[in-house]
Each structure stands twice: as structure tokens, then as C-alpha cells.
Nanobody, 126 residues
Framework: QVQVVESGGGLVQAGGSLRLSCVVS????????VGWFRQAPGKEREFVAA????????YYGDSVKGRFTVSRDSAKDTVYLQLNSLEPKDTAVYCC???????????????????WGQGTQVTVSS
């Protein structure tokens, strides 16, 4: 079994930054990557970013390219999401999820992610 726990959310002013962390535990050797999704009230879940453990390949949603950066520390089984130049529209619950078969073709969809965290709230004030 695999467990996923996010942290690092909070309240920040527009233009500010936050760093989210996602710790993966348990049978982490069965996973090959981690993705971040977000969901705002009344809106659909949106892909944010993803990264593979071994090669470090990264994938980004169009709305966050150039502002958010995903990275990993394989020794700590931790994935980070650096959020810069935050805007009120970035307000959402951010969830990370681990996948056993993440690749270029499926990284952007929820389907390949089997293990999900509870999420961490990010609120950006104007």
C-alpha cells in the first residue's frame, strides 16, 4: 500500500509564493511518479504538474507554466511544488497523487494516479 500526504498550503497575497510538499510512504518502489491536481469550489479538478521519480521528467498544465515548478527528492520520497506569482484564481485545494505507470501520454489525467492525498488549501488574496 502507498500513502500520500500533502503539506504547505496557506493564505498568501497575490504575487506571493508558497511551496507545497508531498510525502509518499509505504510501497513507494511500486510508484514511478507523482502528480499535483487542484480543485476550486464549483469547478472541475484541474491538472497542475507531475514528475517521474527516476528520470525527473516534468509535465505542467497550461495555466501554471512559467509560474509553478515541480521537483523531487527521491531519497526522501518527497515531491515539491513551488508556486510563484500566485493569483487569486490559483485558490484551490491542491492534492498530490502517486502513480505506478505515469508517462507522457497519461500524466495530465487523473486516471493513472492510484493513491491520493487529502489535499492542502491554498488561498490567494487580492
Amino acid at each position: 500500500q502507498v500513502q500520500v500526504v500533502e503539506s504547505g498550503g496557506g493564505l498568501v497575497q497575490a504575487g506571493g509564493s508558497l511551496r507545497l510538499s508531498c510525502v509518499v510512504s509505504g510501497r513507494t518502489d511500486t510508484t514511478n511518479g507523482v502528480g499535483w491536481f487542484r480543485q476550486a469550489p464549483g469547478k472541475e479538478r484541474e491538472f497542475v504538474a507531475a514528475i517521474t521519480w527516476l528520470s525527473g521528467n516534468t509535465y505542467y498544465g497550461d495555466s501554471v507554466k512559467g509560474r509553478f515548478t515541480v521537483s523531487r527528492d527521491s531519497a526522501k520520497d518527497t515531491v515539491y511544488l513551488q508556486l510563484n506569482s500566485l493569483e487569486p484564481k490559483d485558490t484551490a485545494v491542491y492534492c498530490c497523487a502517486a502513480s505506478t505507470h505515469l508517462n507522457y501520454y497519461n500524466a495530465y489525467e487523473p486516471r493513472p494516479y492510484s493513491y491520493w492525498g487529502q489535499g492542502t488549501q491554498v488561498t490567494v488574496s487580492s
